[in-house]
Each structure stands twice: as structure tokens, then as C-alpha cells.
């Protein structure tokens, strides 16, 4: 790391000569030490996974949640620091009352982005704060049908068909792309998602993992819900033989 | 120091200034000093009402009704008005008095209950809790001065049990198997009491139907601020339903015989 020792990376509120702000950097760098997470926009809905490392066995299952839910309609994946994650959740469902006080409407997601984007970059900007160790994948069904955004650490945000952030992002991003997204309907997503996010572990031959999955569409009536346990373990099986079969 | 006596303080008795001589403008003001304070307007009547709610425990849990009529002092204003509103899935509220007053609070419990849905804890609100939080709503608005105009009944139906209890602008909850607001709990009350105490858990949709209908139709008759139009919601294992418009059928023929009544003859 060419930064280290120049001084320039102690602080936010500096830029290094060339222009960049390491402490923004760094906290990319956090966000690939985590596990990975992805989501996936189809046409008639959304789903989010998360490839959840367990750093205890004394943990209690499904403990620490990654996907959380902002409003009944918004669903949020972080990958990167659990209480960063915690803080942008807090953070997205007041912006999201806060839309509806104003309008008496379910915010879209566009806006609830742009929002978050605001509040994550202003962390880019003070010596006296660290930026968010996060990235944050927001889905949503709204009043214009799926869509599908990250946040970065610098307050960036895309919107994606795609998404994938995480120690595994780059295959997942290779397999994601291979998916002919626009012919998928949402359950057949969960098991691409699922599939996709027992892949990139196998790559990594990390310590234990549990599947988090999440989606909205059709069969949930537009609401963020937690996949059904059923179809939750129907996912994980079908991910396990589909490990055996690849290449 | 201001040397004007009259400025020190409201004059304690005639002796003083006995003939209010002292130009009116330049009396001493003990109004609050604050200069906003004259701005805080409070509710203090209700303007666009609802009148009665009704409700009833019947075998499968809770019938309620209302009709569609938001009145503007006496003028029957808006006829197409929802009085009953579901909260939640195992909930409805209904209201009688002032409309904005329940729009606003359809607005908060809808935040509520989003609120408790994103926790993803496993929990959700049932009719008592949500009885209970309007209640403590209602009684801390009263208590500044600025209460919620409303006399609301909340239905609910979870876990197996029925649930119906209202709460009123002054936060006085009550609960019993048939509950009526307005002018309902005269005129509708005591028939609800006939016809529903003690058969709570025989009574069928059919009946508990035909019971209201009849309570509405007294309503519809002698109640100078309802309309002939009404909804019906019904909470039970099932869910929540609330049906569309429905009319109760009236019969004036009787005003034929009446003098004073329409174009006379003679």
C-alpha cells in the first residue's frame, strides 16, 4: 500500500496529491473482507442473498441479520461492517417514514437511494467520522415495477439488473451475468441466487456459512419478505447438487 | 422603570381609575409575553363529522358497520366516505366525529404498524395492542388541551379470540359484545343488547347481517346526520373483510297520513 507512511490517509477530510481519499478506499476494503452479498432484479420482482459467515458455532441460528427490511416494499443486503449495516438500516427506514409523512406514498427506491447516497458521502467528508465499511444493495418494488441499487462506501450509487458486493463479488458478477435475467421469474431467481452465493463460497472455502434470502414480487404481494422455509430449503438443496455438477 | 401606575398591573378595584380613563391602547397588557402563544389554535369542535358506529360479537368474531356520510355542520357533505379502516391483519378501527381527525389517525397507526412489520421480529399487532395505543394516544392529546374529535370502536379478531372495545377524545375505553357510537349508542344500542347478549357465540354471519341492517335502518330514520348508504367489515379467522357500499331499503309511506308533513291537499 503506497499510502501508508504519506500521511494522506489519516483523514477523510484529506486528499492525497493524486486526488484520492484513502479512508474511502480503505473502507472498500472492508466491504471485501465480508461475505457475499447479491441481488438480482427480474421482471416481476427482486431477490436478495447473503452469504453469511459464522464466526461462532455457539451463535444462535439466524442470528445477525444482513437483509433487513426498510419499508414494506424496500428490501436492504449490506456486505462489510454488521453495525455499519445496522446504522444505514436505521438510517433508510427513517428516510422512508419521513418520504411518507411527506407524501402519503410508498417511497421509491430511486429516492431512498439518492437519500442514503447523501448520508453515506457525507461521512466522506470529516476528519472526525469514518466512512461506512459497507456497501448496501437496496431492492425494491415500486410504483415503476422492480429495481435494484448499491451504495458505496463513498456515497456512489448505481442502479443494477445485478448486483453483487463482497469478498466473492467478481465470480458472482461472472455468474450473474450469465443469467438470462429478463426470462426469470422471481422463484426461479431465489434458486440462482442461492445457487450463486453456495458457488462463490465453495470458491473461497471459507469456515461455516448460513444462506440469507429475501424477495419481493408477485407471490409476496410487492411485500419484502423472508423466503419461505420450504422454498428456502429447496433453494439450498438444489445449490448443493448444482456444486457437484459444475465444470 | 416605567412610571405609569396603570402599567404596574391590572387596577384592583374602582378606587383607582374608577371611570377607565386611561386611553385603552396604553392599558397594561398581561398577556403571555410569548408572541407566538395568541397563534396555538387547539381543536375545538369537531367541522366535517361521521356519525354512529356500530359493532357486534358474533360467532366467527366481530361484525362492525358505518355508513358513508361525512357531514359539514348539517350539511350532508361527502357521501362516499370509509368510516372503517383496517389496521393491520387482524384489525379495523371505525370513527364517528371529526374526519380529518381520522384521517390523521389512520396516518399514524399505518406508521405503526410499518414500523413493527420491518422489525421482523416474528410479532405483529393484534386489536389490544392497537386499542391500547390509541387509547394512550387519545387520552395524552386530551390531556394538552388538544384532543383527537373522535369516538372510535376497535375490532379485531387473533389468536381464536374476539376482541371489540372503544376509546373515545377523552381516552375513556370501554368494553362489551355490542358497542355503538354517536347517536348509535340511543337508538342502536339497545337493539344490538336484545338481539346479540348471550348468543355471542351462536349468532351466524346471516343474522348478525340482518341485525345491523336493522340498526341502520333505525339510524337511517331518526338520525338527522346519517344516510342510507353503509359498509360492513367483518374481522375473524379469516381475515379482514370490508364490503362495498351497501343500501338499506326505506319505506316513508306512512307520510302519506301525516299533516305537515308533504303537499297538503286541504
Given at each position: 500500500?503506497?499510502?501508508?507512511?504519506?500521511?494522506?490517509?489519516?483523514?477523510?477530510?484529506?486528499?492525497?496529491?493524486?486526488?484520492?481519499?484513502?479512508?474511502?478506499?480503505?473502507?472498500?476494503?472492508?466491504?471485501?473482507?465480508?461475505?457475499?452479498?447479491?441481488?438480482?432484479?427480474?421482471?416481476?420482482?427482486?431477490?436478495?442473498?447473503?452469504?453469511?459467515?459464522?464466526?461462532?458455532?455457539?451463535?444462535?441460528?439466524?442470528?445477525?441479520?444482513?437483509?433487513?427490511?426498510?419499508?414494506?416494499?424496500?428490501?436492504?443486503?449490506?456486505?462489510?461492517?454488521?453495525?455499519?449495516?445496522?446504522?444505514?438500516?436505521?438510517?433508510?427506514?427513517?428516510?422512508?417514514?419521513?418520504?411518507?409523512?411527506?407524501?402519503?406514498?410508498?417511497?421509491?427506491?430511486?429516492?431512498?437511494?439518492?437519500?442514503?447516497?447523501?448520508?453515506?458521502?457525507?461521512?466522506?467528508?470529516?476528519?472526525?467520522?469514518?466512512?461506512?465499511?459497507?456497501?448496501?444493495?437496496?431492492?425494491?418494488?415500486?410504483?415503476?415495477?422492480?429495481?435494484?441499487?448499491?451504495?458505496?462506501?463513498?456515497?456512489?450509487?448505481?442502479?443494477?439488473?445485478?448486483?453483487?458486493?463482497?469478498?466473492?463479488?467478481?465470480?458472482?458478477?461472472?455468474?450473474?451475468?450469465?443469467?438470462?435475467?429478463?426470462?426469470?421469474?422471481?422463484?426461479?431467481?431465489?434458486?440462482?441466487?442461492?445457487?450463486?452465493?453456495?458457488?462463490?463460497?465453495?470458491?473461497?472455502?471459507?469456515?461455516?456459512?448460513?444462506?440469507?434470502?429475501?424477495?419481493?414480487?408477485?407471490?409476496?404481494?410487492?411485500?419484502?419478505?423472508?423466503?419461505?422455509?420450504?422454498?428456502?430449503?429447496?433453494?439450498?438443496?438444489?445449490?448443493?447438487?448444482?456444486?457437484?455438477?459444475?465444470e | 422603570m416605567d412610571h405609569f401606575p396603570t402599567n404596574w398591573g391590572r387596577p384592583r378595584n374602582d378606587a383607582y381609575d374608577a371611570y377607565g380613563t386611561f386611553p385603552l391602547p396604553h392599558r397594561p397588557n398581561n398577556d403571555t409575553k410569548d408572541a407566538f402563544a395568541s397563534g396555538v389554535q387547539r381543536t375545538q369542535q369537531p367541522i366535517v363529522t361521521g356519525t354512529s358506529v356500530l359493532a357486534l360479537k358474533y360467532k366467527d368474531g366481530i361484525m362492525m358497520a358505518a355508513d358513508n356520510l361525512a357531514s359539514y355542520g348539517s350539511l350532508a357533505r361527502f357521501k362516499d366516505v370509509q368510516r372503517l379502516h383496517p389496521v393491520g391483519k387482524y384489525t379495523v378501527i371505525g370513527a364517528g366525529g371529526d374526519i380529518s381527525d381520522f384521517q390523521y389517525i389512520q396516518k399514524f397507526l399505518e406508521e405503526l404498524i410499518i414500523?413493527?412489520?420491518?422489525?421482523?421480529?416474528?410479532?405483529?399487532?393484534?386489536?389490544?395492542?392497537?386499542?391500547?395505543?390509541?387509547?394512550?394516544?387519545?387520552?395524552?392529546?386530551?390531556?394538552?388541551?388538544?384532543?383527537?374529535?373522535?369516538?372510535?370502536?376497535?375490532?379485531?379478531?387473533?389468536?381464536?379470540?374476539?376482541?371489540?372495545?372503544?376509546?373515545?377524545?377523552?381516552?375513556?375505553?370501554?368494553?362489551?359484545?355490542?358497542?355503538?357510537?354517536?347517536?348509535?349508542?340511543?337508538?342502536?344500542?339497545?337493539?344490538?343488547?336484545?338481539?346479540?347478549?348471550?348468543?355471542?357465540?351462536?349468532?351466524?354471519?346471516?343474522?348478525?347481517?340482518?341485525?345491523?341492517?336493522?340498526?341502520?335502518?333505525?339510524?337511517?330514520?331518526?338520525?338527522?346526520?346519517?344516510?342510507?348508504?353503509?359498509?360492513?367489515?367483518?374481522?375473524?379467522?379469516?381475515?379482514?373483510?370490508?364490503?362495498?357500499?351497501?343500501?338499506?331499503?326505506?319505506?316513508?309511506?306512512?307520510?302519506?297520513?301525516?299533516?305537515?308533513?308533504?303537499?297538503?291537499?286541504?
Amino acid at each position: 500500500m503506497t499510502s501508508i507512511g504519506t500521511g494522506y490517509d489519516l483523514s477523510a477530510s484529506t486528499y492525497s496529491p493524486d486526488g484520492r481519499i484513502f479512508q474511502v478506499e480503505y473502507a472498500t476494503k472492508a466491504v471485501e473482507n465480508s461475505g457475499t452479498a447479491i441481488g438480482v432484479k427480474v421482471n416481476d420482482g427482486i431477490v436478495l442473498a447473503v452469504e453469511k459467515l459464522i464466526h461462532s458455532k455457539l451463535l444462535v441460528p439466524e442470528a445477525n441479520r444482513r437483509i433487513q427490511t426498510i419499508d414494506r416494499h424496500i428490501g436492504l443486503a449490506t456486505a462489510g461492517l454488521l453495525a455499519d449495516g445496522r446504522n444505514i438500516t436505521t438510517r433508510a427506514r427513517d428516510e422512508a417514514v419521513n418520504y411518507r409523512e411527506a407524501y402519503n406514498a410508498p417511497t421509491p427506491l430511486k429516492i431512498l437511494a439518492d437519500r442514503l447516497g447523501l448520508y453515506v458521502q457525507a461521512y466522506t467528508l470529516y476528519s472526525s467520522v469514518r466512512p461506512f465499511g459497507i456497501s448496501t444493495i437496496l431492492g425494491a418494488v415500486d410504483k415503476d415495477g422492480p429495481s435494484l441499487y448499491v451504495v458505496e462506501p463513498s456515497g456512489v450509487f448505481f442502479g443494477y439488473n445485478g448486483a453483487a458486493v463482497g469478498k466473492g463479488r467478481q465470480l458472482a458478477k461472472t455468474e450473474l451475468e450469465k443469467l438470462k435475467l429478463s426470462e426469470l421469474t422471481t422463484r426461479e431467481a431465489v434458486y440462482e441466487a442461492a445457487r450463486i452465493i453456495y458457488l462463490v463460497h465453495e470458491d473461497a472455502k471459507e469456515k461455516e456459512f448460513e444462506l440469507e434470502l429475501s424477495w419481493i414480487g408477485k407471490e409476496t404481494d410487492g411485500v419484502h419478505l423472508p423466503v419461505p422455509k420450504d422454498l428456502h430449503r429447496d433453494a439450498e438443496a438444489k445449490a448443493k447438487a448444482a456444486l457437484e455438477t459444475f465444470e | 422603570m416605567d412610571h405609569f401606575p396603570t402599567n404596574w398591573g391590572r387596577p384592583r378595584n374602582d378606587a383607582y381609575d374608577a371611570y377607565g380613563t386611561f386611553p385603552l391602547p396604553h392599558r397594561p397588557n398581561n398577556d403571555t409575553k410569548d408572541a407566538f402563544a395568541s397563534g396555538v389554535q387547539r381543536t375545538q369542535q369537531p367541522i366535517v363529522t361521521g356519525t354512529s358506529v356500530l359493532a357486534l360479537k358474533y360467532k366467527d368474531g366481530i361484525m362492525m358497520a358505518a355508513d358513508n356520510l361525512a357531514s359539514y355542520g348539517s350539511l350532508a357533505r361527502f357521501k362516499d366516505v370509509q368510516r372503517l379502516h383496517p389496521v393491520g391483519k387482524y384489525t379495523v378501527i371505525g370513527a364517528g366525529g371529526d374526519i380529518s381527525d381520522f384521517q390523521y389517525i389512520q396516518k399514524f397507526l399505518e406508521e405503526l404498524i410499518i414500523e413493527e412489520f420491518t422489525s421482523q421480529d416474528g410479532h405483529d399487532l393484534g386489536p389490544a395492542e392497537i386499542h391500547e395505543y390509541l387509547s394512550q394516544v387519545m387520552y395524552a392529546r386530551r390531556s394538552k388541551l388538544n384532543p383527537l374529535w373522535n369516538s372510535l370502536l376497535v375490532g379485531g379478531f387473533k389468536d381464536g379470540k374476539s376482541f371489540l372495545a372503544y376509546v373515545d377524545l377523552l381516552g375513556t375505553t370501554y368494553s362489551a359484545s355490542t358497542l355503538a357510537t354517536g347517536f348509535g349508542a340511543y337508538l342502536a344500542q339497545p337493539i344490538l343488547r336484545k338481539e346479540v347478549e348471550g348468543k355471542e357465540t351462536e349468532l351466524t354471519e346471516d343474522e348478525a347481517i340482518r341485525i345491523m341492517e336493522t340498526c341502520i335502518r333505525v339510524l337511517y330514520y331518526r338520525d338527522a346526520r346519517s344516510i342510507d348508504k353503509y359498509q360492513l367489515a367483518t374481522i375473524t379467522a379469516d381475515g379482514v373483510k370490508i364490503s362495498d357500499s351497501r343500501h338499506i331499503s326505506t319505506s316513508w309511506s306512512f307520510a302519506e297520513g301525516i299533516r305537515g308533513y308533504g303537499a297538503q291537499t286541504q
